[in-house]
């Protein structure tokens, strides 16, 4: 019976694995689509960005936006229905190397070197470019040239920091966010001189905010948007290729134009994307969908793929990632465990004024995201005039949290000495404060030295949330070079390797330090030593 499981199994992952793209979205009848729903108009959730012509619906929020309307309608002409998946830029390309998703449409733009890597592209349905966004009145600022000495702000991975690279901004000079609103946060802040991103996207945003901000000059840098495939998906790329001229000529194309990017869709728009029309992957031309029982190519590859050209390469920039790391890691710790036994020791002294306070910071951070904290201090601050660099407030951010947590392990130590040791010493002659620095604490370090390990350990993994303030942590130039590399699966193992080389050495040391430190542990290692 288990033998026919398995044979039943590996033929049917055998059959799975021989279809082509194309049969596999139109056998389960759903073609997923991934994407980053934080770039307006392309896709975003409306709500958070709506106005007059984009009012709010009643309900939950939904994805809406130009790329929402094109791929609704590429489902619907391959007649099955549409799922998207909304995640952050940088998993977005990698969710095609896994097979999470058939097809990703983000506003990505075509390029040579992602082609190589492995993406295939389809032929350009959208016409883009690069601008800048800078501060009203900022005069200093006028064409791509002037950013040389400036400090840029873009959104990591995208064309708009190749574009800041190709100018020759240097690579300390550019801030590199999560997402584009942030880095328009940034420049409105006083942090950044400007910001280079899309036209459309720019446009769209500085509509709805950012009144300190404006446009300077026109698009400097041309770009080409296509939707992305993994290669080997020929023939689903071919029928997207058949649909998106089909969608140009029907009208659904300039219905989307106009309601999303806000301009009249024209024949000399009509003609600039037929002569760019080979700018994406060469693929076969399809004219007509074939039958839903007819077998396609065989899509070859694994996503568990490990690339060791790319792992040579990449290991000297995640090193310098796991340095930061570990800089961020270790200055915390110094600044939140001095600062969280303080105040343990205002919450156990119970004094009528600094018993409260702690009380109420250490509740406010343990009830709040470290993500927001991080925000509040980088973002927020400014507003009342404290302005802060990255690795400041991200150090910060980390030791006011950290800080918190460490006070409660230090409580309960506190609090779980015995009575009789405080009075012992109290019998003896010493004051509250002598007998606290010279009974209570010694025993109290031996008892929380495993949860202080935890925490350490801990706050080394959150270290990679400080990557919203454009720090280069590990987990932040992971997920840089993972994001256009076309091998997620390697850069991701990698990195988990290095988180593990830091956390494991120190685990090891505090079982070592507990073994000698705390008493009740060395006769229960003597009894099982005298065992063996």
Not at 165 to 177: N, S, T
Request: net charge neutral; aromatic share 8%; with cysteine.
């Amino acid at each position: 019976m288990r033998i026919f499981a398995v044979t039943a199994l590996l033929l049917w992952a055998a059959c799975a694995f021989g279809q082509s793209s194309l049969d596999s979205v139109r056998r389960k009848g759903e073609l997923v689509i991934c994407t980053d729903a934080t770039y307006p108009p392309f896709e975003f959730m409306q709500g958070a960005v709506a106005d007059s012509k984009h009012p709010q619906p009643s309900g939950e929020e939904q994805m809406v936006g130009f790329d929402v309307d094109i791929g609704d309608a590429i489902a619907r002409q391959l007649g099955v229905k549409v799922r998207w998946v909304n995640l952050e830029w940088a998993g977005v390309l990698g969710s095609l190397e896994s097979g999470k998703a058939d097809i990703a449409m983000a506003g990505v733009t075509i390029t040579e070197e992602r082609k190589k890597k492995g993406y295939l592209f389809s032929r350009p349905y959208f016409l883009s470019g690069q601008a800048i966004a800078r501060r009203k009145g900022d005069m200093s600022i006028q064409k791509p040239e002037d950013l040389r000495n400036k400090r840029v702000s873009v959104q990591q991975e995208t064309t708009g920091q190749f574009a800041v690279e190709h100018i020759g901004v240097p690579k300390d000079h550019q801030l590199r966010f999560d997402q584009i609103q942030d880095a328009l946060m940034d420049v409105r802040n006083g942090k950044s001189d400007a910001a280079v991103a899309d036209l459309p996207t720019l446009q769209a945003i500085l509509r709805k905010g950012y009144p300190e901000i404006e446009l300077t000059g026109g698009v400097f840098v041309k770009e080409n948007l296509g939707i992305v495939a993994w290669k080997g998906n020929t023939e689903l790329m071919s029928q997207i290729n058949r649909i998106l001229g089909n969608l140009m000529v029907d009208g659904t194309y300039a219905a989307a134009y106009q309601k999303w990017i806000g301009e009249p869709w024209t024949s000399s728009v009509v003609a600039e994307l037929e002569s760019v029309k080979g700018q994406g992957s060469p693929v076969p031309e399809s004219k007509v969908l074939p039958p839903a029982n007819q077998a396609g190519p065989a899509v070859t590859g694994s996503a568990f793929t490990i690339r060791w050209d790319l792992l040579r390469d990449a290991l000297p920039i995640l090193l310098q990632g796991a340095k930061l790391t570990l800089l961020l890691t270790v200055l915390s710790l110094a600044i939140g465990v001095p600062s969280g036994l303080l105040l343990a020791l205002f919450r156990v002294a119970g004094t009528p004024i600094l018993k409260p306070i702690a009380t109420v910071y250490v509740e406010v951070v343990r009830g709040t995201p470290l993500l927001m904290q991080i925000y509040m201090i980088y973002f927020v601050l400014p507003a009342i005039g404290i302005e802060l660099g990255s690795f400041t407030a991200g150090v910060l951010a980390l030791s006011l949290n950290a800080a918190a947590y460490i006070s409660e392990i230090f409580r309960a130590g506190i609090e779980s000495i015995e009575s009789g040791q405080m009075e012992a010493a109290r019998a003896l002659g010493m004051g509250y404060g002598r007998a606290m620095r010279w009974v209570i604490l010694p025993q109290t370090a031996r008892r929380v030295l495993p949860p202080l390990t935890n925490e350490a350990v801990a706050l080394l993994k959150d270290s990679s949330l400080v990557s919203v303030v454009a720090l280069e942590e590990l987990m932040r130039v992971g997920k840089e070079i993972a994001t256009n590399s076309g091998s997620p699966t390697t850069v991701y193992l990698t990195v988990a390797v290095f988180y593990l080389a830091m956390t494991l050495p120190l685990t090891w040391l505090v079982r070592r330090l507990e073994n000698r430190l705390i008493p009740t542990s060395r006769p229960t290692l003597r009894k099982r030593e005298a065992v063996v």
